[in-house]
């Protein structure tokens, strides 16, 4: 169990890439923290640094106490399951799970209960003289994590490890590894573009873009505070409605193309503005706002009515008992969940 | 056969005569040829032929001649794969730890594959000139006076080092695409399992290189018993006497220059039957080629 | 708690100099490697630059004398053999004919045998394609004596068909675009039949260009064995103006055991000919030329 410490952290390709900006940032011994961001956000080599299998050009790592900064992966105490799971495709499971222990010097006999613990855990025990090559995806995954579980380690790494399933197993594995972690208790940093998985999973979310940090907070505040229109439109499906308005000398906030919204504009604000509207934070029927539906697409428990609003593309979402239709429907819009965001640099205002 | 195929009758066949008229003429017809004449004794003198049977099979496992060429074949393909794998493997491995500079040493180290076999016996023989070849004052150095084209093991010796050095690059580009193909999350996961590159290499990326080695070695076999005639035949300076030669090159002796038609048929068909051997044993290897994957 | 931000920058550390020994181990290994593989061609080329009295002398040279024009020249252009009427440019041009003839007629050939197999419902597609097989048993020099004599029967010893025609009786190229063509999606065929392409313009128009990257890798690996072909030169061409530049280099070593002083420098300026255009088409072709001999040999 360790704390994970990362003090002006910056990583630059030799080729000037900037992958990661300089940020810093602590896991707390224990939590399940999750990096998510679109592709090439620098999450993964965020990770790979804490690693080792990429070098930091700036900045000091801690695990534990310990700075790792210049210690090899393996002598780090970390355990890493990856995306395709890179299990040693020539070892049956049991020696690919017991590949890590016995290169630590444990005896024989400690390292075959200990992987048969392990392999109970995740129900492994029938497999475990076979070879990757005989086992399915969940079942490769399963043992990847086998590996990682069998060193009880001080910190799991995950690097996009559901990516490779089915959407069906994803759903399930998700919620196995979440358990797992807990049982162990474990420090663990989990990699993922997925923004369910990374709210569903997660103690604390990391949203990272470009390489940059945008938001480090709870799910909860991740989805009730976005500190960007990024954050706000990268999290949560369906994404937050964002418009283009402008906050008049009246304080009034009308929508460019000059419908006025019934909101309080913030106080020090003032000109061009973006107003953020999460699409279930509204209710129809009721309200003066005139929304414009095109489409309404069927979830079963939801229906999403896509349109416009004041002529800017616009989404509500509703429960399935609400029926909905083509047409023009007044819509009421619920003060308090509001957001609003500078229209020149898309940060909370 | 693709599912989606042409039925055509006559283009298919129109297609494949050129290939197949070639390999009747210059492979079955030569091929059943000497399977033929080596049953028989040729007249020296160009009169005709003889009969004699199995004669000419036991008189070559009766030659002493032919059991030191064909212990010297062994000999030298055993010594010219073993080193000639071992040092590409080395310089493989090497190449692809290396960060900066891959691609010019696989460059520098590649382009030998592209000499002809006598080119590189006549700079073996420049090599090892007995007046003032480089190796040759190299060799000179421990107190080894070497003797190219005279001394039996001496030009053995010099025979196998050029050998060993033309047949690098190939293994050495097998190696490195065989290196480059295991999945950098598996020797990740390695890093991360392991801090010793020597363990590591032995346990993990040694036996996922293991069909490629398996690939190499009976190419190394056939290479050391057959390709290696242009080196041999040069570095002997045409002087075959007493100086070591592998049995493709006492076929070639025998059937041209002794005229001895009958035997040197024999040998081909014993050489025959050898490669028919390998090559069944090749590629039964190759479909059970230890796919982990 | 989260100390977020990328505002904040704590004392970074200054970047650490990964000085690893392993490394230097490592490229330690690589020169010595690349030393070993260059050295004969530095010492060759080298020690060409100077007149055979000083090479016999003083065997081979690490710096530089005066002749190598000289002698690049005589070897070239200088008329010798028993004849007196062949010099270097005539057995360069000799190589490149048995070269690309060889390359290309196999590429012609063994493209054509793979198309019918794979694309074809033949009903002994699979006979034709063991007797093909079959060939990869046994290499030119084991069946040397049998096929001598039947290119004598044929009428075809010094002559430049005589020289190619024998070596393609091989199967690696049509083993090798085999394998090609049937990794070749199915869809396309039925995509071009359905726009009226029948299997001699879908060979030409689609098959073909989807070739080009394995034909240039091929081509080069067949130029290549063509070009350093050996024994079967030596002994299909007597006459001396069909002499391709390897079958040069043995004539010049049977010299070296007669003549009092051997032409050592021409000789070595020959080896050098003699090797460059291979060489030089690997290295610059290596992409191409690692491809299919990785590709071609399995």
Redesign the interface.
């Known amino acids: 169990m360790a704390q994970v410490a990362l003090e002006g952290i910056h990583k630059v390709y030799p080729n000037g890439f900037e992958a990661v900006q300089t940020c810093s940032f602590v896991i707390q011994d224990g939590e399940f923290v999750v990096l998510v961001g679109p592709s090439g956000c620098g999450k993964s080599t965020l990770l790979r640094m804490v690693?080792?299998?990429e070098e930091i050009t700036e900045g000091t790592l801690r695990i534990g106490d310990r700075v790792v900064n210049d210690v090899?992966?393996?002598?780090r105490n970390?355990?890493?399951v990856?995306?395709?799971?890179?299990?040693?495709?020539?070892m049956t499971v049991s020696k690919n799970m017991g590949?890590?222990l016995k290169?630590r010097g444990l005896p024989k006999a400690e390292i075959d209960a200990k992987v048969q613990e392990a392999a109970k855990m995740l129900n492994l025990t029938d497999y475990l003289d076979r070879?990757?090559?005989q086992l399915s995806g969940g079942q490769r995954q399963r043992v990847a994590m086998g590996?990682a579980i069998v060193r009880q380690p001080d910190l799991f790494l995950f690097d996009e490890p559901l990516s490779n399933l089915d959407a069906k197993l994803r759903n399930q594995m998700r919620i196995e590894v979440r358990a797992l972690q807990r049982r162990l208790g474990t420090t663990a940093v989990y990699v993922t573009h997925d923004q369910v998985e990374a709210m569903t999973m997660a103690d604390r979310i990391i949203v990272l873009n470009g390489g940059r940090i945008e938001q480090i907070g709870t799910p909860k505040e991740i989805y009730n505070a976005p500190a960007s229109t990024f954050v706000a439109s990268f999290m949560g499906a369906p994404p937050m409605n964002v418009l283009n308005a402008t906050v008049g000398s009246d304080k009034h906030v009308t929508l460019d193309e000059g419908l006025e919204l019934p909101v309080a504009a913030p106080a020090s604000s003032s000109g061009p503005i973006l107003v953020g509207i999460r699409p279930e934070d509204l209710t129809l029927g009721e309200g003066s706002t005139p929304f414009d539906v095109q489409i309404v697409e069927e979830l079963g428990a939801q229906r999403l009515l896509h349109g416009t609003l004041g002529g800017q593309a616009f989404s509500v979402s509703v429960s399935k008992d609400h029926e909905a239709a083509t047409g023009t429907i007044p819509v009421g819009i619920n003060p308090g969940a509001v957001h609003f965001f500078s229209r020149d640099d898309g940060f909370r205002i | 056969?693709?599912?989606?195929?042409?039925?055509?009758p006559w283009?298919?066949?129109l297609?494949?005569v050129?290939?197949?008229s070639?390999?009747v003429?210059?492979?079955y017809?030569?091929?059943a040829?000497?399977i033929q004449?080596s049953f028989y004794l040729q007249d020296p003198f160009g009169f005709g032929s003889t009969f004699v049977g199995a004669e000419n099979y036991t008189d070559i496992a009766q030659s002493v001649e032919y059991r030191k060429v064909a212990w010297f074949t062994v000999y030298f393909t055993a010594i010219v794969t073993f080193l000639s794998l071992s040092?590409a493997l080395?310089?493989a491995v090497?190449?692809d730890?290396?960060?900066r500079?891959a691609k010019t040493?696989?460059?520098?180290?590649?382009?030998?594959?592209?000499?002809?076999?006598?080119?590189a016996?006549?700079?073996g023989?420049?090599?090892f000139?007995q007046?003032?070849?480089?190796l040759t004052r190299f060799f000179g150095f421990f107190g080894w006076d070497f003797k190219l084209g005279v001394d039996y093991f001496d030009t053995a010796t010099a025979m196998i080092i050029v050998a060993v050095?033309k047949q690098?690059?190939?293994n050495f580009?097998?190696f490195l695409?065989g290196l480059q193909s295991i999945?950098r999350?598996?020797r990740?996961?390695?890093?991360?399992?392991?801090?010793?590159?020597v363990?590591r290499f032995w346990?993990?990326t040694f036996?996922?290189l293991?069909p490629t080695a398996f690939?190499l070695l009976i190419?190394n076999i056939?290479y050391a018993m057959?390709?290696t005639?242009?080196i041999i035949?040069?570095m002997m300076?045409?002087?075959p006497g007493a100086n070591p030669m592998t049995l493709?090159y006492k076929?070639?002796l025998d059937?041209?220059r002794g005229n001895d038609?009958g035997g040197?048929?024999a040998q081909?068909v014993v050489?025959?039957v050898l490669?028919?051997v390998l090559?069944i044993f090749q590629f039964r290897l190759?479909e059970r080629r230890?796919?982990?994957? | 708690m989260a100390d977020l931000t990328q505002t904040q920058i704590a004392q970074p550390t200054p970047t650490r100099l990964r000085f690893k020994w392993?490394?230097v181990f490592?490229?330690l290994?690589?020169i010595a490697?690349?030393l070993?593989?260059?050295m004969?061609l530095v010492?060759?080329f080298v020690?060409a630059s100077y007149d055979p009295v000083t090479i016999h002398?003083?065997?081979?040279a690490l710096t530089f004398g005066d002749q190598l024009g000289t002698n690049f020249e005589k070897a070239l252009l200088e008329k010798g053999g028993f004849t007196k009427t062949v010099d270097g440019m005539v057995m360069l041009k000799n190589s490149f004919i048995l070269g690309i003839g060889f390359a290309v007629g196999k590429i012609i050939?063994?493209m054509?045998?793979a198309?019918?197999?794979?694309?074809?419902?033949?009903r002994f597609?699979t006979f034709?394609f063991w007797?093909?097989f079959t060939?990869?048993?046994?290499?030119l020099?084991?069946?040397?004596?049998?096929?001598?004599?039947?290119i004598q029967r044929?009428g075809m010893a010094n002559t430049y068909s005589g020289l190619i025609?024998?070596l393609?009786?091989?199967a690696t190229g049509?083993f090798f675009f085999r394998q090609f063509f049937?990794a070749v999606p199915?869809e396309l065929?039925?995509a071009a039949?359905i726009d009226g392409a029948?299997?001699?313009k879908?060979f030409i128009d689609i098959l073909v260009p989807l070739s080009r990257t394995m034909i240039a890798a091929i081509f080069i690996i067949m130029f290549?064995f063509g070009?350093?072909?050996?024994?079967w030169p030596t002994?299909i061409t007597t006459d001396e103006s069909l002499f391709t530049l390897?079958r040069g280099?043995?004539q010049?070593?049977?010299t070296?055991?007669d003549a009092a002083i051997p032409e050592?420098g021409q000789?070595?300026a020959l080896?050098i000919v003699?090797?460059l255009p291979?060489?030089l088409?690997?290295?610059f072709f290596?992409s191409w030329f690692?491809k299919g001999?990785?590709e071609s040999?399995?």
């Open positions: 690693a080792g299998l090899d992966p393996a002598d970390i355990a890493m990856f995306q395709n799971y890179a299990l040693y495709p020539h590949y890590g290169n070879r990757p090559s590996r | 056969m693709k599912r989606a195929g042409f039925t055509n283009l298919p066949i297609l494949l050129p290939q197949l070639i390999i003429v210059f492979f017809w030569p091929a040829w000497a004449s040092i080395l310089l090497k190449a730890n290396v960060l500079g040493y696989r460059t520098l180290l590649m382009w030998v594959y592209a000499i002809a076999p006598p080119v016996g006549f700079l023989i420049m090599f000139d007046s003032h070849g480089p050095w690098i690059p190939v580009i097998f695409s999945p999350s598996v990740e996961a390695a890093l991360i399992d392991n801090n010793s590159g363990r346990d993990v036996p996922l293991a690939f190419i056939t057959f390709d005639f242009g035949d040069t300076k045409g002087e493709v076929v070639y059937g041209f038609l040197s048929s081909s050489l025959m490669v028919l090559t190759i230890i796919h982990y994957t | 392993s490394a490592d490229h290994v690589l490697g690349s070993l593989m260059l004969p010492y060759a020690t002398r003083e065997g081979l050939i063994s054509m045998a198309y019918a197999i794979v694309y074809f419902r033949l597609a034709a007797i093909i060939t990869l048993l046994l290499p020099e084991v069946r040397i004596l049998p096929s001598y004599e039947a044929l025609v024998p393609i009786a091989s049509t049937r199915e065929v039925e039949r029948g299997p001699v879908f290549v070009w350093n072909q050996y024994l002994l390897v280099i043995k010049i070593v049977l070296y055991s050592h000789a070595l080896a003699a090797m291979p060489v088409i690997v290295i290596q690692v001999l990785t040999d399995k």
